[in-house]
C-alpha cells in the first residue's frame, strides 16, 4: 500500500511539472516567433534534448526492445541507425533553412518551390507525425496505466490532455524545455534498471542461457 502511494505520487508530481514547464514556457512568448520556433534562441543542448528525445521515447525503448524480442533481433535496430544518420543530414542542412528564417518546413518549400511543393510536403510530413504521435501516446499510457493501475483508456485520456495543454501554453518552447527533461529522465532511469532488471531475470549467465541459438 505504501509503496502505490509513493509511485502515484511520483506520478503526480511529474505530471504537474510538466504542466508547470508548460506555464513557465508561456511567460517567454510575446510573438509568433516565439511559440513556434522558441523565438529562434535553441542553444545546441536544447536541440540535441529535444530531437534526442523525440526519437529515445516509446518507440525505441518499448516498440524497438519489443520487435528485438519477437523475431526481428538486431534488425530491429533500424529505428535508432536511421535516427542518426537523419541527424547527420540536418546538420548539414538545418543552417539553410535557419537562414530562411522559416518556421516550418513546408513552408521553406513552398516559397522555394511554389504552393503545390509545400502541400505535398506538410502532407508527407504530416504522416509520420500522426503516427509517431500515436506511438509516444500509447507507450506513455502503458507505462502510466501499468504504475498507477489504472484503465489504459483513462490512462490515454491523461497523457493525451497533459502534453496538449504544456504544447498549447509554451509551444515549442515548452516542448524543448519537457522533452530534455525527458530524455534525461529515460536515459538515467534505464541505467539505474539495468541492475534491477538482470537481477530479476536471475543474473547475467541466466539470461545468456535462455538466449534461443542461432540458426
Request: aromatic share 12%; charged share 10%; hydrophobic share 55%.
Given at each position: ?108 518549400f513552398r516559397r522555394r518551390y511554389g504552393k503545390e511543393c509545400g ?15 500515436a506511438g509516444q501516446f500509447i507507450a506513455s499510457a502503458v507505462v ?57 531475470a536471475g543474473g547475467w549467465g541466466n539470461v545468456a542461457a535462455n ?5
Amino acid at each position: 500500500m505504501g509503496t502505490n502511494i509513493i509511485v502515484t505520487a511520483i506520478v503526480v508530481v511529474y505530471l504537474l511539472f510538466m504542466l508547470w514547464i508548460g506555464w513557465y514556457s508561456s511567460t517567454k512568448i510575446t510573438n509568433n516567433t516565439d511559440f513556434m520556433v522558441a523565438g529562434r534562441r535553441l542553444g545546441p543542448v536544447l536541440m540535441a534534448g529535444t530531437l534526442a528525445a523525440t526519437e529515445i521515447g516509446g518507440g525505441s525503448s518499448l516498440g524497438v526492445v519489443q520487435n528485438g524480442m519477437s523475431g526481428y533481433g538486431l534488425s530491429a535496430a533500424w529505428y535508432i541507425i536511421t535516427m542518426g544518420i537523419a541527424f547527420v543530414i540536418l546538420s548539414f542542412v538545418a543552417p539553410k533553412f535557419r537562414a530562411a528564417t522559416v518556421k516550418t518546413v513546408p513552408e521553406y518549400f513552398r516559397r522555394r518551390y511554389g504552393k503545390e511543393c509545400g502541400l505535398i510536403t506538410a502532407i508527407i510530413m504530416l504522416l509520420p507525425l500522426i503516427g509517431v504521435t500515436a506511438g509516444q501516446f500509447i507507450a506513455s499510457a502503458v507505462v502510466l496505466s501499468t504504475m498507477l493501475n489504472i484503465d489504459y483508456q483513462v490512462a490515454v485520456i491523461i497523457v493525451a490532455v497533459v502534453v496538449t495543454v504544456y504544447s498549447i501554453m509554451g509551444g515549442l518552447w515548452s516542448v524543448t524545455l519537457t522533452d530534455f527533461v525527458q530524455v534525461f529522465l529515460i536515459v538515467i532511469g534505464m541505467i539505474i534498471a539495468v541492475p534491477f532488471a538482470m537481477n530479476y531475470a536471475g543474473g547475467w549467465g541466466n539470461v545468456a542461457a535462455n538466449v534461443p541459438e542461432g540458426p
